[in-house]
């Protein structure tokens, strides 16, 4: 969407001080909006929105009837030219120039132009959150290098690490409760939405799991994002995904429809912990392909008990 509104802006203005040249792109003014982009990065990183006119580069002072439309002028020079303070249209508008000029400018050399030193924290990344969305959707190199960030991001905060909550169902006699806090829940937002702008999602869903450290927190957003992706064999991107449920402990009913898969290990960790909720009224389980028998009996042991008024199991 902001393409065609940068596109939109762009044309605007030249056709209103040059004969239009109908089918260009907003990529045939690459150059152009890297130069401003800097300017917008760099107003970001200072969590400024003003700058000085003549920042802009030599450049793009040539080309001041083509950018005139990005910037909101307040004050105007005897040769009407813009003069004093100046700013972007829109904060959304200044952080997508930002992140134009991250993707072609930086992303080649290996960085995020410096976001990497202000965005250490789950409360700094989710403040570029629309520059991370940006980088996402312009190129699959950018979005690799955000998703390389969130992923340092997490190693470097452990109460941001789902695989810390798992219960280990194979050597602990009294599993304890699994609780997911807001952390985890804003920082799994913060990946998906992310990795929801990417185009090459098959190619780039590993890296979307692994800023997570292989634990996913199922939610319908990842539901769609795996529709979008076309994958339906999970173990074709990773043998190393375990899937972490989560369910709602407020006293109110539910209705919970749970796909499980690649893996019976994920099975046999949701079978010890659906005991300890009572607030399933319905549950439906698909886990055809990947798990045994044995693995079915265990997992219908265990909720056996509990006051279900529907329950279903595809095995085939």
């Excluded at 902001?2 to 907003?26: M, N, T």
């Excluded at 991250?102 to 990344?125: F, M, Q, S, W």
């Excluded at 019976?264 to 949701?270: A, N, P």
Aim: with cysteine.
């Amino acid at each position: 969407m902001y393409l065609a509104i940068v596109e939109h802006v762009l044309y605007h203005s030249q056709g209103k001080h040059s004969p239009v040249r109908f089918g260009q792109k907003v990529e045939d003014f690459k150059e152009i909006l890297a130069e401003i982009g800097k300017v917008a990065l760099e107003c970001l990183l200072k969590d400024d929105h003003v700058f000085e006119y003549d920042q802009l580069s030599a450049a793009i002072l040539c080309e001041e009837s083509l950018i005139i439309g990005l910037l909101q002028v307040s004050e105007y020079a005897e040769n009407l030219q813009p003069a004093g303070m100046v700013s972007f249209i829109h904060k959304s508008i200044q952080e997508f120039l930002a992140a134009w000029y991250i993707t072609y400018r930086c992303v080649p050399e290996g960085n995020l132009g410096g976001i990497e030193e202000h965005a250490l924290t789950l409360k700094d990344c989710e403040a570029w959150e629309n520059v991370f969305q940006f980088i996402c959707g312009l190129s699959d190199d950018g979005a690799v290098k955000v998703l390389e960030h969130l992923t340092s991001v997490r190693i470097s905060d452990p109460t941001l690490d789902l695989s810390k909550i798992i219960p280990d169902v194979e050597n602990e006699t009294d599993v304890p409760l699994c609780y997911v806090t807001d952390k985890h829940t804003r920082f799994s937002d913060l990946v998906y939405n992310s990795f929801q702008e990417v185009h090459s999602k098959a190619e780039l869903l590993s890296h979307c799991f692994n800023c997570t450290g292989g634990t996913v927190l199922v939610t319908k957003q990842l539901t769609e994002l795996l529709q979008k992706a076309k994958v339906k064999d999970l173990t074709q991107v990773t043998h190393s995904v375990n899937f972490l449920h989560c369910f709602d402990s407020s006293p109110s009913p539910r209705l919970n429809e749970i796909e499980l898969s690649p893996t019976s290990v994920g099975t046999v960790k949701l079978a010890s912990l659906l005991p300890r909720f009572n607030n399933i009224i319905s549950l439906c389980l698909d886990l055809s392909g990947c798990c045994a028998a044995a693995v079915v009996d265990t997992l219908v042991i265990s909720i056996t008990y509990k006051t279900l008024s529907g329950y279903r199991c595809r095995v085939e």
